[in-house]
């Protein structure tokens, strides 16, 4: 597939930004129903409840916070590490390396970040998992933003900050279309993975804050990098030699 011009003019980017879950890896892989489950489990355990009724506090606190942990915490003082040491304790089998993932990472010029709401020994499970790891400098976590998730505006511009980030020539990459507002106030480019459920579509529909909107994450990114495609898709042994 030949790159229109738009996406050859991504070759100059200097940095990327990638979202973590459901950006990285396929949604398909479910990962987050493990977590999501986990989050239910800490409370009803944390508060000695019935599951059920630990389900309504969750959706209450994601709700009125934004996440579930900073309802915890605002209200309850909950240890952050600990809740993040118990949630993301999963089963990370379904992911599986991509061969034409890391052949457009490894084309790609530029520094690579990962930035998540997540934790950072989550990002590393999941990325080592997906065999690209060591293809990023850095990984910006909920930790290090002090807890504010996205799209809070006030961990961007630490992230341009303390990476020395310009943001003309960076690219923010999220499943999450209401994520990218920030970055694109900042100037960065941005790309919305596409998703069809409602906290993903959120803030789609103004439109402005995305640039483009993509449906397979290694495929946009083998052709803006200017690989063949064929015969990188289904490979899973590892870095494939770009064609």
């Known amino acids: 597939m030949t790159a ?25 892989c479910n990962l987050f129903a493990q977590v999501d489950r986990r989050i239910g489990e800490y409370i009803a355990r944390h508060f ?3 599951f059920e009724q630990a389900r309504l506090q ?3 606190f994601f709700r009125e916070y934004g996440t579930t942990l900073n309802g915890l915490m605002a209200e309850h003082r909950v240890d952050p ?17 991509s061969a034409l993932l890391i052949a457009a990472l490894d084309r790609l010029p530029g520094r690579k970040v990962i930035y998540t709401n ?5 990002a590393e499970n999941v990325a080592g998992r997906l065999g690209v790891l060591d293809r990023f400098e850095a990984i910006y976590d909920i930790v290090t933003a002090d807890y504010r998730p996205k799209p ?6 630490d992230l341009i900050a303390r990476h020395g980030i310009d ?6 990459v999220e499943d999450i279309a209401r994520n990218l507002a920030p970055a694109h106030a900042l100037g960065m480019t941005t790309v919305w993975l596409r998703g069809e459920k409602d906290y993903e579509r959120a803030g789609v529909e103004d439109g402005q804050h995305i640039d483009h909107q993509v449906d397979d994450l290694p495929r946009w990114l083998a052709t803006v990098a200017g690989l063949e495609v064929a015969g ?3 490979g899973a042994d590892g870095p494939a030699t770009p064609l």
């Not at 229109?4 to 398909?28: E, K, M, Q």
């Not at 590490?81 to 390396?97: A, N």
């Not at 809070?152 to 511009?157: E, G, I, L, T």
């Open 4 to 28: 229109s011009p738009s996406l050859v003019g991504l070759r100059d980017t200097g940095v990327w930004i990638f979202d973590l879950d459901n950006t990285l890896y396929p949604a398909s």
């Open 48 to 50: 000695d409840i019935p």
């Open 58 to 60: 969750q959706k209450r």
């Open 81 to 97: 590490i600990d809740y993040m040491d118990y949630v993301h304790d999963i089963d990370v089998s379904s992911v599986q390396p």
């Open 118 to 122: 997540g934790s950072t020994r989550h």
């Open 152 to 157: 809070d505006p006030r961990p961007y511009a």
């Open 167 to 172: 943001p003309a020539r960076a690219c923010m």
């Open 232 to 234: 990188l898709e289904s």
